[in-house]
């Protein structure tokens, strides 16, 4: 019978530890690399892109007051629903022709993004937003994953609060 030495066993302990090195180094999707991602989806006026980077309370709350606003529109033919201009993506609804990602900082496991828009025919009336930003933790461990939770906007109000309003002037009868 064959005694297994350490060194014969070293090759073994190392690739082993491969999958544990390599999960390790996994590359997930930085704040500022989800404030890019949202500025396409803004530029481009097509906001399906944020879809794949928002946290899943966020998206049942937009897939929620769209429900609601629909069965008010069918409740009062004719009346503008109250999510009739889609959801409140920023603080102004015109379209910026410029969007570029501010200044990004995490405190307290909340990551916060700066949003930069510009007109450039309009320059007064540049403005900026933030992102607000929690970590979700897939159902396979660490490393946890940057999702946007809320957008808080330059007049002080916060997206979330607009889906909140929009649910409730379509219960309202």
């Not at 937009?62 to 409140?88: C, Q, T, W």
């Not at 320059?123 to 946890?144: K, R």
């Not at 939770?149 to 909140?164: A, H, K, M, P, S």
Request: net charge negative; proline share 8%.
């Amino acid at each position: 019978m064959r005694h297994l030495t350490v060194t014969s066993l070293l090759p073994l302990l190392v690739l082993s530890a491969l999958p544990a090195q390599a999960q390790d180094q996994m590359v997930t999707i930085t704040p500022e690399q989800i404030g890019q991602i949202f500025c396409i989806g803004r530029l481009g006026n097509d906001m399906s892109p944020v879809s794949g980077v928002m946290n899943d309370d966020l998206a049942a709350l937009i897939e929620d007051a769209f429900a609601s606003s629909n069965a008010y529109l069918d409740d009062h033919p004719g009346e503008k629903p109250p999510m009739g201009d889609g959801v409140r993506w920023s603080t102004f609804p015109d379209y910026a022709d410029g969007c570029t990602v501010g200044d990004a900082s995490v405190q307290d496991l909340v990551a916060y993004v700066g949003i930069n828009y510009a007109f450039s025919d309009y320059p007064e009336a540049n403005y900026s937003d933030t992102l607000m930003l929690l970590p979700n933790y897939p159902e396979n461990g660490p490393p946890y994953i940057w999702r946007l939770y809320d957008i808080l906007l330059g007049d002080g109000t916060t997206t979330r609060e607009f889906l909140y309003a929009a649910l409730e002037a379509s219960a309202q009868e």
